[in-house]
């Protein structure tokens, strides 16, 4: 089988950036001495089943490191072919792949967040184990561990929602080039992958991750993904 890896990276990280101060966009935000993205873009390059990783930028960015990411060699490709949503942006990426590589609808998909710079080969491999030819595709996730309450409109707790079945979708999530560009262009409002996948009535494979693989989506969680990063493999004390 065939796979390659896309990452969408086209957005401005408006939140982060109001909140930090930072006019840069998130996923070039400077992160244990590299651009936040060059960390999923290295894990991706590094592994060896994967043949490509797409990055997916505004036509128009401005911000982005070429000199620094050429020494992830040749997989990484880059795609001006962003869109104003996540889901346009991966469905961009998606036809600019085909173009550059033929009748690819039967390989592998790995769609990643520019933002989960903690990612790992072996968090890659483990998903590609565990989905391994089931078309319905799968995704890293994690167990809801806390328990949930639904507020009503004034901010306080309308009812706690029992979190049983209940998991954190990360990235990647993996899929047939076909079959995903099919659901997008079926559901092109939804927020992640898998959710247009389960508007065709398919049932995504869980692959179980860890809280390491987070999103950066607050100044805080900088600070926790630079910590992981220069921590990661030390022995505990």
């Not at 060699?73 to 469905?91: E, F, N, Q, Y």
């Not at 869980?206 to 220069?230: C, F, G, M, R």
């Amino acid at each position: 089988m065939t796979y390659h890896a896309l990452v969408p990276a086209a957005g401005s990280g408006s939140r982060m950036g109001a909140l930090s101060g930072r006019a840069l966009p998130k996923q070039y935000m400077p992160l244990a001495g590299q651009p936040m993205i060059r960390h999923a873009l290295a894990t991706l390059c590094a592994t060896s089943v994967i043949a490509h990783v797409f990055v997916v930028l505004a036509p128009d960015d401005t911000h982005w490191p070429a000199a620094a990411m050429a020494a992830l060699g040749p997989k990484l490709r880059v795609l001006r072919c962003g869109g104003d949503t996540r889901a346009h942006s991966v469905a961009n990426g998606l036809r600019a792949m085909a173009r550059e590589l033929g009748e690819i609808g039967n390989d592998w998909v790995l769609v990643h967040d520019a933002a989960r710079p903690c990612l790992t080969v072996a968090m890659v491999e483990n998903l590609i184990a565990e989905v391994g030819q089931d078309d319905a595709g799968g995704l890293l996730a994690v167990p809801v561990a806390d328990t949930l309450k639904r507020a009503d409109e004034n901010g306080r707790v309308r009812q706690t929602v029992s979190r049983e079945g209940l998991w954190q979708a990360q990235t990647p999530q993996m899929f047939r080039h076909r079959l995903l560009l099919d659901a997008l262009d079926f559901a092109p409002q939804v927020t992640d992958e898998a959710s247009a996948i389960e508007t065709l009535r398919l049932a995504p494979r869980l692959v179980a991750a860890d809280a390491s693989n987070l999103k950066v989506t607050y100044p805080l969680d900088l600070q926790l993904a630079e910590w992981i990063l220069q921590n990661r493999g030390k022995p505990s004390r």
